[in-house]
């Protein structure tokens, strides 16, 4: 990986904040794909005084790419650090700070961002999914109550559709559609009934689902992007963030491969907290029917059968299926 020092060496300066003159670095790939890649850079950085100070800073290398309904999101991380929507967090829940953001060229963009050194993805306990629960109630509540100026400025976020959009989208694909109706599908009964029952339901939960409040979610909230230090979160990776129903990003919590095995519990546990949190600025007493159940079904369960017809892996297939009996579960409580 080519690092330009001097970027470098400016992102340090804004860490610090004092004048570095120089530094060296090693690289680790943290993750990545094919449009964009994340790298840990370390080493020991040199200001003008003489002090030397070991360092840790990520690079964030995103280039261009297109979400199904959503074109802006491949840039939006950028245009959102670039924004005031920073001063809308607190330590409970943040993201990472953004030392320095540039385009490298028309079609792809770097963030020099803060290193967290947390518990993350499955290593997270039940207490910390009772407090992530917690704290996003209260972050939606404060933004919903307060209507800060800057949401209204914002230019690239993911409209409140998107989910809606997505989950008929699944629908109008044959391979997952045709398949649940199939004499050859091999998913359990109840889960196949299930899955077609919310078809034939869809127009009117939808119709419940919009009586929803409409806040700032983060549309990613799953284990992986959140990080539990110091009993705080700081929560990655903002490119589909955007307008969405109250819930979304809880359902992705509860189901976006989770610990299945702990999913009814923490959509037993997870479910009041989050409310309690949003209840303290704002009043939630006139939503009857959260849609929780349906939410999770809606966005994940066409998204399961995909996993399970696209892999040929037995395990994984086992736990597609096992997540589907877990959101079946859901339904009775």
């Not at 790419?65 to 929507?85: N, V």
């Not at 903002?238 to 990003?249: F, M, R």
């Not at 994940?300 to 096992?322: A, I, M, N, Q, W």
């Amino acid at each position: 990986m080519n690092i330009k020092l001097d970027t470098l060496i400016y992102a340090l300066s804004q860490q610090f904040k004092k004048e570095i003159i120089t530094a060296d670095y090693q690289a680790i790939p943290l993750k990545g794909g094919t449009v964009g890649e994340v790298q840990l850079l370390s080493g020991t950085a040199e200001t003008a005084e003489g002090e030397r100070l070991s360092y840790r800073i990520v690079l964030k290398i995103q280039k261009k790419w297109e979400r199904y309904g959503d074109p802006g999101s491949w840039r939006r991380e950028y245009d959102l650090y670039s924004s005031d929507l920073g001063a809308t967090f607190s330590e409970a829940l943040r993201w990472p700070t953004c030392y320095h953001a540039e385009f490298h060229t028309e079609d792809e963009y770097h963030l020099w961002l803060e290193y967290i050194d947390g518990v993350t993805g499955l290593d997270l306990t039940g207490d910390m999914y009772d407090k992530a629960a917690l704290k996003l109630g209260r972050f939606q509540g404060r933004l919903y109550a307060e209507q800060p100026a800057v949401l209204q400025s914002l230019t690239n976020l993911s409209h409140a559709g998107l989910m809606k959009n997505t989950y008929l989208h699944y629908r109008s694909w044959p391979v997952v559609y045709d398949y649940i109706r199939s004499g050859d599908c091999e998913l359990p009964p109840n889960v196949r009934h299930m899955l077609i029952d919310i078809d034939e339901q869809a127009e009117e939960i939808f119709a419940r689902i919009d009586q929803l409040p409409l806040v700032l979610c983060h549309r990613d909230f799953w284990v992986n992007n959140l990080i539990y230090a110091n009993g705080n979160f700081a929560l990655i990776d903002w490119d589909t963030s955007g307008w969405g129903y109250l819930g979304e990003d809880l359902a992705s919590l509860i189901a976006d491969e989770p610990d299945i095995d702990c999913m009814v519990e923490h959509y037993q546990r997870c479910i009041p907290l989050y409310y309690k949190g949003f209840s303290e600025y704002a009043d939630v007493s006139r939503i009857a029917d959260p849609c929780m159940y349906e939410i999770i079904l809606l966005l994940f369960g066409y998204r399961l059968v995909e996993g399970y017809l696209h892999t040929e892996s037995e395990d994984e297939k086992r736990k597609h299926v096992r997540t589907l009996q877990k959101i079946y579960e859901m339904k009775t409580l």
